[in-house]
């Protein structure tokens, strides 16, 4: 038997604080919730339980997440709506198999998500930049794009966006809605920071709205006449569970399901994830997952508030930030003359890290910005690390 510590891709060097994990650690990762759900699961399954599984995913596993997302969204959520996926990044990758060519374009947040740049570009697509300010995407400037582009999709974080930390306003997320009905662009919305609100409730979730949709088509007879449906909602568990588990899925109206159902892997595979969601079922029928999210809710909250401090502490005269009221990330805006890149290349040297601001747009913006997560250090990590950080930004 090895004796070789598990890791991950991109895990620090020990001794190092690198705030450029967005990972969770090791004392946010239910192992013994898993075991006992997994041994519950094993005690009553039957053989084929193990065999593909059905292609939207087991019905049991859909009724208990749709009765989890009833509570905690605030809004109905139906069985019938929800496709297993394999986590989000399979997911985001599923839904441009489905409904992009090559060649077509996608709308942005700027800044967004880095690694879904990546899932654009191996599908051929041209990628637009819209900027955010604090109440999210703004819809002025999203507005002069549409007059001269119309994207197949819009990507969106509207929840504690990745990375800047923001929400997209009640106000914006109706227009952007609005929008999308009247040009015919799909909204694909991710929402893995959902759940994860620390000072209150969450913004309406998008997959709420895609519930109304798809309401509002069962109402006028789900035939082809009955309306078109808009909006995607990516949904996962590995920010409120397990990243291994890679289990998530998609919220959608039922013409966009109907789409997304008649795909080649799903017919030849079945369900993507199968064994995973027979012990996530139970973790949710058993209200494990109830408990594990707020355990979250009161872990996170801590370390907004130790990095938060700690930037007051050090960091107050070398950087402007907002303190985030979920997700994961803090985003720190330096002097202007900055360059975060060439200063991650100096930070190994002071055992720190974070992920430079570049990478999060989409044309190579935001030299002077940086991204620091909070998620993967407890509160004293967090204040060592940023004492670090300061050090290398002083130097």
Not at 114 to 134: S, T
Not at 182 to 198: K, P
Request: proline share 6%.
């Amino acid at each position: 038997m090895s004796s070789k510590p598990a890791t991950f891709d991109g895990a620090p060097p020990p001794g190092h604080i690198n705030f450029g994990v967005g990972q969770p650690s090791a004392d946010a990762l239910p192992l013994d919730l898993i075991r006992q759900a997994s041994e519950h699961f094993l005690a009553s399954a039957q053989p084929l339980e193990l065999n593909y599984g059905v292609r939207e995913g087991d019905e049991r596993f859909r009724d208990a997440l749709a009765a989890f997302l009833s509570r905690h969204y605030d809004s109905p959520a139906r069985a019938e709506s929800l496709l297993l996926t394999a986590g989000n990044s399979h997911a985001l990758d599923f839904v441009c198999t489905t409904f992009t060519r090559p060649g077509d374009t996608v709308f942005v947040e700027e800044p967004s998500y880095f690694l879904a740049f990546q899932v654009f570009r191996d599908h051929g697509l041209n990628i637009v930049g819209i900027p955010v300010d604090e109440n999210g995407m703004r819809m002025d400037l999203l507005e002069a794009e549409l007059a001269r582009t119309t994207p197949v999709l819009i990507y969106t974080i509207p929840s504690f966006l990745n990375p800047g930390g923001q929400s997209l306003s009640a106000e914006r997320r109706r227009r952007l809605v609005q929008l999308s009905e009247q040009q015919g662009f799909l909204i694909v919305a991710d929402e893995v920071y959902q759940l994860l609100s620390y000072y209150g409730p969450a913004p309406v979730a998008l997959g709420s709205l895609a519930e109304q949709q798809a309401s509002a088509q069962l109402e006028n007879g789900g035939g082809q006449d009955s309306g078109r449906g808009s909006i995607l909602s990516l949904g996962s568990f590995s920010k409120i569970l397990a990243p291994g588990l890679r289990l998530g899925w998609i919220q959608a109206p039922p013409d966009l399901m109907a789409r997304m159902l008649d795909n080649g892997s799903l017919n030849s595979g079945g369900s993507f994830n199968h064994y995973a969601s027979h012990l996530v079922r139970q973790v949710l029928e058993q209200g494990m997952q109830d408990a594990h999210l707020e355990h979250l809710r009161e872990l996170y909250r801590r370390r907004v508030e130790a990095m938060d401090q700690a930037l007051h502490h050090h960091l107050a005269d070398l950087a402007r930030w907002q303190k985030p009221q979920g997700g994961y990330f803090f985003w720190l805006q330096l002097q202007q003359d900055a360059d975060s890149e060439a200063l991650r290349q100096q930070a190994d040297a002071f055992r720190t890290g974070f992920q430079p601001g570049p990478k999060f747009s989409s044309t190579g913006a935001f030299k002077h910005c940086l991204r620091l997560s909070f998620a993967h250090y407890n509160e004293d990590d967090i204040s060592e690390g940023v004492e670090r950080l300061a050090a290398l930004l002083q130097a």
